[in-house]
Nanobody, 126 residues
Framework: QVHLVESGGGSVQAGGSLRLSCVAS????????MAWFRQSPGKEREGIVA???????TLANSVKGRFTGSKDNAKNTLYLQMDSLQPDDTAMYYC????????????????????WGQGTQVTVSS
């Protein structure tokens, strides 16, 4: 069993920054993928960034140039640095973990992930 705990969400004005963290604990395997998804009311859950245990990563086109994902393997922690935030970035942000090191074309598919955190809310005001 794996437990994911997100933190770092909050309310900011447009143009501001936030850094989200997700700590994984429990029975993490040697090869895995961790990812950030987001979902706002009335919209489908969207994959933002995914990073494999070997460092291979995928970033959504919608956030390129503004968001950066990183991972500290020693701490089993996934980060999401969000800069130049816009009102459209308002959403609940979820951390997810797959027990497989997912190939690039699967990393944005929420069904490929085995564990999910409770989410952290990000609200961006104009």
């Amino acid at each position: 069993q794996v437990h994911l705990v997100e933190s770092g969400g909050g309310s900011v004005q447009a143009g501001g920054s936030l850094r989200l963290s997700c700590v994984a604990s429990g029975d993490t395997t040697a090869s895995y993928s961790m990812a950030w998804f987001r979902q706002s009311p009335g919209k489908e859950r969207e994959g933002i960034v995914a990073i494999n245990s070997n460092g291979d990563s995928t970033l959504a086109n919608s956030v390129k140039g503004r968001f950066t994902g990183s991972k500290d393997n020693a701490k089993n922690t996934l980060y999401l640095q969000m800069d130049s935030l816009q009102p459209d970035d308002t959403a609940m942000y979820y951390c997810a973990l797959s027990r497989r090191a997912l190939p690039g074309y699967e990393r944005a598919h929420q069904d490929e992930y085995d564990y999910w955190g409770q989410g952290t809310q990000v609200t961006v005001s104009s």
